[in-house]
């Protein structure tokens, strides 16, 4: 793939295209801004359930992080747990933890948040059974017991190093009285949690406003809200959300081309950052499907083809860049337990990829379908290095739950995914998400899940990390997926705006403001 020609042709459309919205927004009334004390933060993917524990989307993520408070808060500066609506933990043996939880708190709905909040929400709403899209999230827990009405004690079956790191993740608080009366559907239309926003309307495929929080409870280490209003828009065409960045109309824009950063540097108006993130860019396989050319991901060979097929680095020095690295494992390098030791880093080699495909019976290379959700010029990319080696990829571009879908029910037979770890900093978020035996796991590999539920339940570090150093060894030497790139994000925003960027990839608005 020429990636100077694609940056070319890309920065020749995205001016054209850019140079029409904008002309077109100078006309529209702005109502973003530190004058109507609102910030508009635009991104290109619809949260299909604004429900923290019914989606993925980091737009998600990011959404329940304003919304909804969680028992521990992790400081991203120190990495140490603080106190949130917990006021302090105890381990009372390796597998009973019990936690003290914070008086006088209440739901954006009036609700007082109490004990019975804590128990129904990991037991009922996301426990076994339910319709949770993130069952890893609480299946680490064996039972909730309410000690009273401000204790609560978490059963374990087995050690979990990493339970802290998901207390302080993707485990939000839920209003249990209320959500017992309006059940999920109600909820997903009228959220109710106890953050220093709430949500104030729903608009599908538009977005979602928020509005401060009068009653944020003081003592929170996430820190009071500063701007009165949040606005999220989603806005899948790029040149689009960048246009209205340009005019005023948003604030706050992400995964900006890196061909355009320059361009946006120079604009008095704006300030742009850049770093690396915890989101791994990578391929999955399905080896369960069967198309025109059978199964051919069945095969070791043709998955270590695919392996050695893509130029990470090409990619990363050429399209990604700003402190983007190369990856080889499912995991990202500086989570705890990220052991790469053991790990088969497959070198750009198309001759090698051409060679293993005509052993696996595909000498002139075969036709199939790949899925994307998001920055198609990545897409289009791999698809120009499948197709250097013969395996010639059909592109289906669509949102992100109906690629999941079509990758669960066997009609997708590759997909270009990307995982953030739900900003957690732990191997276990991104092996434990893909290798456990349920769910998003295809391979079912015997030994990766019993190694992994070892791991899972080692609290020795040392003793872990050899775990995970097995694990993801294995992982890479079956080639069960492909992993290529970390990302690293480009941020635009309104110069008035006081806005700091962390690694785990969570824009932390409560903590900014206007100059």
């Not at 944020?216 to 065409?237: H, L, M, W």
Request: charged share 20%.
């Amino acid at each position: 793939m020429d990636y100077s020609l694609l940056s070319r042709i890309r920065i020749r459309w995205i001016n054209k295209s850019a140079l029409s919205a904008l002309l077109l927004g100078c006309a529209a009334y702005s109502h973003a801004g530190k004058q109507d004390d609102t910030l508009v933060y635009a991104s290109d993917n619809e949260v299909e359930n604004i429900s923290p524990y019914h989606n993925v989307l980091r737009e998600g993520v990011i959404l329940a992080h304003l919304a909804w408070d969680t028992l521990v808060y992790r400081d991203p500066k120190t990495g140490e747990f603080l106190p949130e609506l917990a006021t302090d933990w105890k381990w009372e043996s390796p597998t009973s933890l019990l936690i003290h939880l914070r008086k006088g708190v209440k739901f954006h709905n009036g609700d007082p948040f109490s004990a019975d909040d804590v128990v129904y929400t990991f037991t009922t709403i996301a426990g076994p059974n339910s319709q949770t899209v993130m069952p890893q999230s609480v299946s680490w827990i064996k039972t909730s017991e309410k000690v009273d009405d401000f204790t609560v004690r978490l059963h374990l079956d087995k050690p979990f190093p990493a339970a802290l790191d998901y207390l302080s993740g993707p485990m939000p608080i839920y209003p249990a009285s209320y959500y017992q009366k309006v059940k999920l559907a109600g909820y997903s239309q009228a959220p109710v949690g106890t953050g220093p926003y709430k949500i104030t309307q729903l608009m599908p495929g538009q977005g979602v406003w928020l509005a401060k929080n009068p009653d944020y409870f003081k003592e929170s280490p996430v820190g009071q809200p500063r701007i009165g209003k949040i606005r999220f828009e989603a806005i899948r065409d790029p040149e689009t959300r960048l246009a209205q960045l340009m005019t005023g109309q948003v604030d706050w824009i992400w995964r900006v081309p890196t061909d355009q950063v320059s361009s946006l540097q120079s604009m008095p108006n704006l300030t742009v950052k850049s770093g690396e993130t915890m989101r791994i860019g990578f391929i999955e396989m399905n080896p369960n499907i069967t198309d025109i050319a059978g199964k051919p991901f069945a095969d070791l060979r043709v998955r270590q083809a695919v392996n050695y097929a893509i130029n990470r680095e090409g990619m990363v020095n050429n399209m990604i860049r700003g402190g983007s690295q190369p990856a080889y494992a499912a995991c990202f390098h500086t989570q705890t337990a990220c052991d790469t030791t053991k790990v088969t880093r497959y070198g750009y080699n198309p001759a090698k990829a051409k060679e293993l495909l005509a052993q696996a019976g595909y000498a002139d290379g075969f036709d199939t379908d790949i899925w994307a959700y998001r920055e198609r010029d990545y897409a289009e990319a791999i698809i120009g290095d499948l197709r250097n080696v013969g395996i010639r990829a059909r592109l289906h571009y669509v949102q992100y739950p109906v690629m999941k879908t079509a990758f669960a029910s066997g009609q997708a037979p590759m997909a270009v995914m990307s995982w953030g770890s739900l900003s957690i900093n732990d191997a276990g978020a991104f092996v434990g998400a893909f290798f456990n035996g349920k769910g998003d796991d295809v391979w079912q590999d015997r030994t990766v899940i019993d190694q992994l539920n070892q791991a899972e339940s080692t609290v020795d570090n040392a003793a872990r990390k050899t775990l995970y150093a097995d694990i993801l060894g294995r992982i890479s030497s079956q080639a069960y997926l492909v992993p290529m790139f970390s990302y690293s994000t480009n941020y635009a925003f309104n110069a008035d705006l006081l806005f700091n960027d962390w690694p785990d990839e969570l824009p932390r608005f409560v903590q900014s403001s206007w100059k």
